[in-house]
């Protein structure tokens, strides 16, 4: 009975003798030993090295980004006056909205006409020194030429060469000027004239700017190439500010326009 048993457990004593014994030093070798463990490093691998190049738009925003120059005007009065610049620049701003005022409103309005050139032998006047304007109806626009009936032609021909699509009807010494309707074609050619109304006044902004400019290169003697550099700079940046305005002015027009 008892070999029966000893025959049964044969296999496994056999199986557990085959199993090589650890060697007792190799066991209490590593007894009570801890590697060193850095915590950052197990919970986060060390990136690879990563090279970041700056893209065209990042370089351009930081060009655009670059120091404004702030100089005290009355540090360079000998080279060129600031605040006259500063008052052609704006100028031509002011210019540009009263453009927009006069000349770009939806519902053609008697002070609308005030400000239309008539060439005259005598010269150029304002339609309003020449002519009595006058709301006759919500429809029509009178013009009362008795004043200076001599110019009734050439007033009638100035109406109708402006940019505000009018066709004026002449009858003796009274001008009548039917009121457009308010169309979807008249709108967007209101938004192109203050296209070029905006245009016109950017070339007279560039204009300032390089007068302005060859002004202070003629100065060059007795100033150093960075004082004259810093006032080229100063002139540049002040033209950019009225452009950016007179792009805003566009805008707010346009969508005023377009509706």
């Given at each position: ?177 039917p009121v457009p309707k308010v169309t979807r074609e008249h709108r967007e050619n209101l938004a192109k004239l203050a296209k070029q109304f905006s245009n016109k006044a950017k070339d007279s902004l560039r204009r300032v700017r390089s007068n302005s400019v060859s002004q202070v290169k003629k100065a060059k003697e007795g100033h150093s190439e960075d004082t004259i550099r810093l006032v080229e700079k100063q002139i540049q940046q ?22």
């Open positions: 009975m008892a070999l029966n048993h000893l025959n049964l457990l044969r296999p496994f004593l056999c199986r557990s003798l085959a199993r090589p014994a650890r060697s007792p030093l190799t066991v209490t070798s590593w007894v009570g030993f801890r590697p060193p463990i850095c915590p950052v490093a197990s919970l986060h691998p060390a990136p690879a090295c990563i090279r970041l190049y700056a893209t065209k738009k990042a370089k351009a925003k930081a060009k655009g980004q670059s120091a404004k120059v702030n100089i005290n005007s009355s540090l360079v009065e000998d080279i060129i006056s600031l605040d006259e610049v500063k008052e052609d620049m704006t100028a031509v701003l002011s210019a540009l909205k009263d453009e927009f005022t006069r000349n770009l409103s939806i519902r053609t309005s008697p002070g609308a006409l005030d400000h239309i050139v008539v060439t005259t032998q005598d010269g150029k006047f304002p339609l309003n020194q020449l002519g009595q304007i006058s709301m006759k109806s919500p429809q029509v626009i009178m013009v009362n030429m008795s004043s200076f009936p001599e110019a009734t032609a050439a007033a009638t021909r100035a109406l109708r060469e402006s940019s505000m699509n009018l066709n004026p009807e002449a009858d003796g010494t009274i001008i009548k000027v002040m033209a950019d500010n009225i452009a950016a305005e007179i792009d805003k002015q566009l805008a707010v027009k346009t969508k005023e326009l377009l509706g």
